[in-house]
C-alpha cells in the first residue's frame, strides 16, 4: 500500500482511514532495510522493553484491543497478563522482525474491511473507564494518535540503533 496522507476524497471516513494507513505504513518504512539484531536491541538502558520490534506487535495487539475487544465486545486473547501487562514488547525478540510486520499488515487489511464495512457511529460492545462506549470514529482518531506517536519511538530508536534517520 503506498504511503501517502492525501486522501482519495475529503469526506471524514477518507480522511481518518487514509491517516491511519499512512501512519501504518510508516511503521514499515520506520523498519526497512532493518537488521534482525537491530530488532532485538534495547538502546535506552531505562527502558529494556523498548525496541523496535517490541513496538510493532504492540501497535499490532493495539489495534487487536481496540477493534476485536473494545468494538466488537470479542474475549481478549492478547499476549498480555496482569502479572506482565507489557508482555507483547518481551514476546517480540523472539519472532522475526520481518514475521512480526506481515503479521501487522494482515491484521490492518482484516480492520480496513471491518471498518469499511460500519457506520462512524458505531459504539463499541465494551465501554471505556470513566467515558463509557465510544465510537468507530473515536476509536480511529485514537488508533492515529496513537500510532503516529509510536512512529515517533521508531524513529529515535532507529537512529540510536543504525543511525538511519529520515524514513
Given at each position: 500500500?503506498?504511503?501517502?496522507?492525501?486522501?482519495?476524497?475529503?469526506?471524514?471516513?477518507?480522511?481518518?482511514?487514509?491517516?491511519?494507513d499512512y501512519a501504518r505504513a510508516t511503521v514499515h518504512?520506520?523498519?526497512?532495510?532493518?537488521?534482525?539484531?537491530?530488532?532485538?536491541?534495547?538502546?535506552?538502558?531505562?527502558?529494556?522493553?523498548?525496541t523496535l520490534a517490541g513496538l510493532v506487535?504492540?501497535?499490532?495487539?493495539?489495534?487487536?484491543?481496540?477493534?476485536?475487544?473494545?468494538?466488537?465486545g470479542e474475549e481478549d486473547h492478547g499476549p498480555w497478563a496482569e502479572e506482565d501487562p507489557d508482555?507483547?514488547?518481551?514476546?517480540?525478540?523472539?519472532?522475526?522482525?520481518?514475521?512480526?510486520?506481515d503479521e501487522y499488515e494482515a491484521q490492518c487489511a482484516r480492520y480496513r474491511d471491518l471498518v469499511a464495512s460500519l457506520d462512524l457511529d458505531t459504539l463499541s460492545k465494551r465501554p471505556v473507564r470513566g467515558a463509557g462506549p465510544v465510537t468507530l470514529r473515536w476509536i480511529l482518531f485514537h488508533l492515529v494518535e496513537?500510532?503516529?506517536?509510536?512512529?515517533?519511538?521508531?524513529?529515535?530508536?532507529?537512529?540510536?540503533?543504525?543511525?538511519?534517520?529520515?524514513?
Open positions: 500500500m503506498p504511503r501517502t496522507d492525501i486522501p482519495s476524497g475529503w469526506d471524514e471516513r477518507t480522511i481518518l482511514t487514509t491517516f491511519l518504512a520506520k523498519c526497512e532495510h532493518l537488521a534482525e539484531a537491530d530488532a532485538r536491541r534495547a538502546p535506552l538502558s531505562t527502558s529494556p522493553l523498548m506487535n504492540h501497535l499490532r495487539w493495539v489495534e487487536y484491543f481496540w477493534f476485536q475487544v473494545m468494538l466488537l508482555r507483547e514488547m518481551r514476546i517480540a525478540v523472539e519472532v522475526p522482525i520481518a514475521q512480526l510486520l496513537e500510532t503516529a506517536r509510536h512512529n515517533g519511538h521508531l524513529d529515535i530508536l532507529r537512529e540510536l540503533t543504525d543511525g538511519v534517520t529520515g524514513t
